[in-house]
């Protein structure tokens, strides 16, 4: 008797992005790609886990987990202008937890494109947020580093918490990471008394380090509008940043693991206000089920704004798919763009990746139809996957064939 061939109602399919920059949220990526799903296999079951990595959406994630709440704060952006932002009190756990997004404060997306010069953008509205939060009475503050439009190595932010930068005359420094050149005395009198009496945790990118040829001038600096001559005086301003971290606490910084997360934010978290960094990843997972649904899935889809060689030093596509694989799942990653060295994903528990992008458009344009065109993109590859399944049920024809 022939045995009857699977149909596509028995396929679960776990959908676990990121957010797209600028564009996407990662809870309206899942969206999109789940509909992109069901236009093609409308009897398939999908699982829905929007993924949090300390940027763009750390907070709400962690929220919604939780049963919190989100507090919603005015503070000064990363170009001296007023924005709205937040912090999020997490429900159910105890101590009194406030998650701060740095990218809330001091994202790219609140940097005007014709305003995206690192030299002068400032952590100054973190350090804002961490003090409403310790208004609130946190007990313990978890940041979130990720999609950052500084490279000030949390100097405004810890500005912002009453520390004292000062140059060789003893006046304050200014906003932005060009202003760490003239950097020469960190005075730490008149911080906030209260950073000693709370736990204060960040989740960070466990690859991105402060200096040296991986540093985070170098290696995200041009994508926060840097060029490369000022790539090297942000360089030169964090070599500096480090001198004087070293000689405030007697501790080297420049390639600590995490240093240089969200512009080097990390290093000012960790050396000047006394916080602990961790792959973000082993925060986020104490709060998200991801191991948990990938046990119920026959297909993992992933996606993130730009898939290349960066991707597997702690990206979300790479982390799931690490995950997903040691169960022997395949996984898919779509992508808004395919950077330079993107094939290397394959290596790394990525099985097929694909650009949502089918013709050529501007960046705005892309932004624009981001959500229609990631769809599409789901659509397409459930229509090869469904080809695939097809071909899996007809071994005995492909023999005859060849």
């Given at each position: 008797?022939?045995?009857?061939?699977?149909?596509?109602?028995?396929?679960?399919?776990?959908?676990?992005?990121?957010?797209?920059?600028?564009?996407?949220?990662?809870?309206?990526?899942?969206?999109?790609?789940?509909?992109?799903?069901?236009?093609?296999?409308?009897?398939?079951?999908?699982?829905?886990?929007?993924?949090?990595?300390?940027?763009?959406?750390?907070?709400?994630?962690?929220?919604?987990?939780?049963?919190?709440?989100?507090?919603?704060?005015?503070v000064?952006?990363?170009?001296?202008?007023?924005?709205?932002?937040?912090?999020?009190?997490?429900?159910?756990?105890?101590?009194?937890?406030?998650?701060?997004?740095?990218?809330?404060a001091?994202?790219?997306?609140?940097?005007?494109?014709?305003?995206?010069?690192?030299?002068r953008?400032?952590?100054?509205?973190?350090?804002?947020?961490?003090?409403?939060?310790?208004?609130?009475?946190a007990?313990?503050?978890?940041?979130?580093?990720?999609?950052?439009?500084?490279?000030?190595?949390?100097?405004?932010?810890?500005?912002a918490?009453?520390?004292?930068?000062?140059?060789?005359?003893?006046?304050?420094?200014?906003?932005?990471?060009?202003?760490?050149?003239?950097?020469?005395?960190?005075?730490?009198?008149?911080?906030?008394?209260?950073?000693?009496?709370?736990?204060?945790?960040?989740?960070?990118?466990w690859?991105?380090?402060?200096?040296?040829?991986?540093?985070?001038?170098?290696v995200?600096?041009?994508?926060?509008?840097?060029?490369?001559?000022?790539?090297?005086?942000?360089?030169?301003?964090?070599?500096?940043?480090?001198?004087?971290?070293?000689?405030?606490t007697?501790?080297?910084?420049?390639?600590?693991?995490?240093?240089?997360?969200s512009?080097?934010?990390?290093?000012?978290?960790?050396?000047?206000?006394?916080?602990?960094?961790?792959?973000?990843?082993?925060?986020?997972?104490?709060?998200?089920?991801?191991?948990?649904?990938?046990?119920?899935?026959?297909?993992?889809?992933?996606?993130?704004g730009?898939?290349d060689?960066?991707?597997?030093?702690?990206?979300?596509?790479?982390?799931?798919?690490?995950?997903?694989?040691?169960?022997?799942?395949?996984?898919?990653?779509l992508?808004?763009?395919?950077?330079?060295?993107?094939?290397?994903?394959?290596?790394?528990?990525?099985?097929?990746?694909?650009?949502?992008?089918?013709?050529?458009?501007?960046?705005?344009?892309?932004?624009?139809?981001?959500?229609?065109?990631?769809r599409?993109?789901?659509?397409?590859?459930?229509r090869?996957?469904?080809?695939?399944?097809?071909?899996?049920?007809?071994?005995?024809?492909?023999?005859?064939?060849?």
């Amino acid at each position: 008797m022939k045995t009857p061939a699977p149909h596509a109602a028995a396929l679960t399919v776990l959908i676990a992005p990121s957010g797209f920059k600028e564009s996407l949220s990662a809870e309206e990526a899942a969206d999109r790609i789940a509909e992109g799903v069901t236009d093609t296999m409308p009897g398939a079951r999908v699982i829905k886990l929007p993924m949090a990595d300390g940027g763009e959406g750390f907070t709400q994630a962690l929220v919604n987990a939780t049963g919190g709440r989100v507090c919603p704060v005015a503070v000064t952006g990363p170009v001296g202008q007023p924005v709205q932002a937040f912090f999020g009190l997490l429900g159910g756990r105890s101590p009194r937890t406030a998650v701060v997004e740095m990218a809330a404060a001091a994202g790219l997306r609140l940097v005007p494109r014709d305003q995206r010069n690192p030299m002068r953008t400032t952590s100054y509205g973190v350090g804002q947020l961490i003090r409403a939060a310790l208004d609130a009475g946190a007990q313990r503050v978890l940041l979130g580093c990720g999609d950052s439009g500084i490279n000030d190595g949390g100097a405004g932010m810890v500005q912002a918490l009453g520390a004292k930068l000062l140059d060789a005359q003893g006046q304050e420094l200014g906003a932005g990471g060009g202003e760490l050149l003239r950097l020469h005395r960190i005075d730490l009198s008149g911080l906030d008394p209260r950073l000693a009496r709370v736990q204060l945790d960040a989740a960070v990118n466990w690859h991105n380090v402060l200096l040296g040829p991986r540093g985070v001038a170098r290696v995200f600096g041009p994508q926060k509008g840097a060029t490369p001559e000022q790539v090297v005086l942000l360089e030169q301003a964090l070599e500096n940043w480090a001198a004087c971290l070293q000689r405030t606490t007697g501790s080297a910084w420049g390639t600590q693991p995490g240093s240089g997360a969200s512009g080097g934010l990390g290093s000012g978290f960790a050396a000047l206000l006394g916080g602990q960094l961790h792959p973000r990843f082993d925060i986020v997972m104490q709060y998200l089920e991801l191991d948990r649904l990938i046990a119920q899935a026959d297909l993992v889809i992933t996606a993130e704004g730009s898939l290349d060689d960066q991707t597997p030093f702690g990206k979300v596509p790479a982390e799931v798919a690490s995950r997903a694989k040691k169960r022997g799942l395949p996984v898919i990653a779509l992508t808004g763009t395919l950077g330079h060295g993107a094939e290397i994903n394959l290596k790394h528990g990525i099985d097929a990746f694909a650009s949502m992008l089918s013709r050529p458009c501007t960046l705005d344009q892309a932004i624009a139809d981001a959500g229609k065109l990631l769809r599409r993109s789901a659509a397409d590859m459930l229509r090869m996957v469904s080809v695939g399944m097809k071909l899996g049920r007809a071994p005995r024809r492909l023999a005859l064939a060849r």
